[in-house]
């Protein structure tokens, strides 16, 4: 985590007060040669160039992308602006929401032109992007001290992620967090962010990779297990209290063949599958594919990313022939979701939970350094 965003923090040990307001967090929602956004309040546009014009509410305006930037219409001419608006364009809300899609977004929309795509980013405040990512990724219904839980866990994770793309920190999906925006928030889950403002766990006075997972089928993997890396405070730990669902997987030697194949190894035929190594916590860290050549060898991390691709909801299994039988759901590193469940509903708070399954880290805030 040594990038350049990172040094606007200053990570004070203790329970001091969060200055959390302010930093910005830029989400990818799409990435599309076509897009129509609709504003709810007055907004300003602006370009490269400067401010373009302030625009009333209620108004969509489509953008396509052409081979030299951005093309900009209304729905109701005439358009304030329109025409040819460069590869940039924002609007900046004087007030009201934006709508992408189907979903409402607070703070502003960037839109980017980038090698004739449209990149579309909300550019929002962190906690009110961590409003949109608990209803996203866990469950209004879980205990309180598991929302707050995961706030922290968001949070952290935010914060790891920035300056990780030039045009963006985060996707809007599970490849990063569920981002739902405006329209799923609630007081419950807002309440759990407000309570948790700036508290984030750290590892060497740096946020940790505050990875989290549904449910780890009985014990949580040790990250060497996913991704190759022995990281000291991401390490097998038994799960009790999981929701520890059963499934199988059937795969035939046509779909294996084609998941090799995406993933850029020719193969003239798939005669058999075996399971090799095995992790820690008993997941799946080596197979041997027989090919027509002879066969082919599978370790961490490719090994995770072939049975996901081949649909298993974790690498937590057992084979038999072509039939994978499992337990869990997700890469099995850090919080399992279901797990920490069963802890609060035992009177377990959210420091406890975060002690549990991220050992050897503190709990404390981030603040804003005077250079930002």
């Known amino acids: 985590m040594q990038n350049k965003r990172l040094a606007i923090f200053v990570l004070l040990l203790g329970f001091g007060l969060a200055a959390a307001v302010g930093l910005p967090v830029r989400v990818l929602l799409d990435e599309t040669g076509l897009a129509e956004v609709h504003i709810q309040g007055r907004h300003s546009l602006w370009s490269l160039a ?28 005439p358009c304030p602006v329109q025409g040819y608006v460069g590869r940039l364009i924002s609007f900046v809300p004087a007030e009201g929401l934006v709508r992408v899609g189907d979903r409402d977004y607070r703070g502003y929309l960037r839109v980017v032109w980038r090698d004739g795509r449209l990149l579309l980013i909300n550019k929002v405040n962190i906690e009110d992007y961590l409003r949109g990512v608990l209803p996203g990724e866990v469950p209004l219904s879980f205990p309180y001290e598991v929302l707050k839980a995961q706030a922290i866990l968001a949070r952290t994770y935010t914060l790891s992620r920035l300056g990780s793309n030039p045009d963006y920190d985060l996707c809007d999906t599970s490849r990063c967090q569920v981002y739902l925006g405006a329209d799923a928030e609630a007081e419950r889950y807002d309440r759990a962010v407000r309570e948790t403002a700036g508290r984030v766990l750290a590892y060497g006075g740096r946020p940790i990779s505050a990875v989290y997972h549904a449910d780890s089928g009985g014990k949580t993997a ?25 499934w199988r997987v059937t795969v035939s030697p046509a779909k294996v063949r084609q998941v090799l194949a995406e993933m850029g190894h020719s193969v003239a035929s798939v005669s058999s599958l075996k399971v090799v190594e095995r992790g820690a916590s008993g997941r799946i860290t080596a197979m041997y594919v027989g090919t027509g050549s002879g066969g082919l060898r599978l370790g961490v991390p490719e090994v995770g990313r072939f049975l996901r691709s081949l649909g298993l909801p974790s690498t937590l299994a057992s084979l038999s022939g072509w039939t994978f039988s499992g337990r869990g759901s997700g890469h099995g590193v850090g919080m399992s979701q279901w797990g920490a469940r069963g802890f609060a509903a035992r009177g377990w708070n959210y420091r406890e939970i975060l002690a549990y399954y991220y050992p050897k880290t503190v709990l404390t805030h981030y603040q804003l350094s005077a250079s930002h």
């Open 50 to 77: 400067g401010r373009l014009a302030t625009v009333e509410g209620g108004r969509t305006y489509r953008l396509l992308a052409d081979s030299r930037g951005i093309e900009l219409t209304c729905d109701s001419p």
């Open 222 to 246: 040790a990250a060497v297990e996913v991704w190759g890396s022995n990281i000291p405070y991401l390490q097998s730990r038994d799960d009790p209290w999981s929701l520890d669902q059963r």
